[in-house]
């Protein structure tokens, strides 16, 4: 079983700055299977990222997806309101079983 | 536009059953995987199980192995979780997801509580 590990576990930042979140697999994630969500209070997870790489449908391109093998990073260029939140890397390239990173929340400075 | 809603959470006793449902809409249901996701108060996510296309395979999270059992009825449209000898750790909101990989559509969830 893949384990992913993201940090940091809380990211304290102000609108308008850079986010980047990191999540590290305990052992190569193959083709780079990997996505990122988005999740907001009291609702369900959102799509960002999968292929470590590619936006999902109708995503700002504020956020971009990188890496491969063992190290991935979602990256927020310029932070909106709307982006405080809870974001998991999930891995699908070794399943099952299909895995999820803890978390990382992003909350305003 | 993909719809998915969950029905059938509840509260239940330790050691009890309960069966999720998921209908889905807006998309051909036979033709993708679909999976349970839960999480825990509080917590991350937690892959539960998937099911291929035709029922033919489907797969479970360790901790859940002998105990639930995932199943669709393709001319329903409908996802099913049969959820049985429940524990206080199974706890959760239960989500369906769309698709055996990166989940581009969830349902709004349903809560599980085990508890007496």
């Known amino acids: 079983e893949i384990v992913l590990t993201q940090s940091p576990g809380t990211l304290s930042l102000s609108p308008g700055e850079r986010a980047t979140l990191s999540c590290r697999a305990s052992?190569?994630?193959?083709?780079?299977?990997l996505a990122w969500y988005q999740q907001k209070p009291g609702q369900a997870p959102r799509l960002l990222i999968y292929g470590a790489s590619s936006r999902a449908t109708g995503l700002p391109d504020r956020f971009s997806g990188s890496g491969s093998g063992t190290d991935f990073t979602l990256t927020i260029s310029r932070l909106e309101p709307e982006d405080f939140a809870v974001y998991y890397c999930q891995q699908y390239g070794s399943s099952p079983p299909l895995t999820f990173g803890g978390g990382t929340k992003v909350e305003i400075k | 536009e993909v719809q998915l809603v969950e029905s059938g959470g509840g509260l239940v006793q330790p050691g009890g059953s309960l069966r999720l449902s998921c209908a889905a809409s807006?998309?051909?249901?036979?033709?993708?995987?679909m999976s349970w996701v839960r999480q825990a108060p509080g917590k991350g996510l937690e892959w539960v199980a998937n099911i291929k296309e035709d029922g033919s395979e489907k797969y479970y999270v360790d901790s859940v192995k002998g105990r639930f059992t995932i199943s669709r009825d393709n001319a329903k449209n409908s996802l099913y979780l049969q959820m049985n000898s429940l524990r206080a750790e199974d706890t959760a909101v239960y989500y369906c997801?769309?698709?055996?990989?990166?989940?581009?559509?969830w349902g709004q969830g349903t809560l599980v509580t085990v508890s007496s």
């Open positions: 807006g998309f051909t249901f036979s033709s993708y995987w």
């Open positions: 997801a769309r698709g055996y990989s990166a989940y581009a559509g």
């Open positions: 052992q190569s994630v193959s083709n780079s299977y």
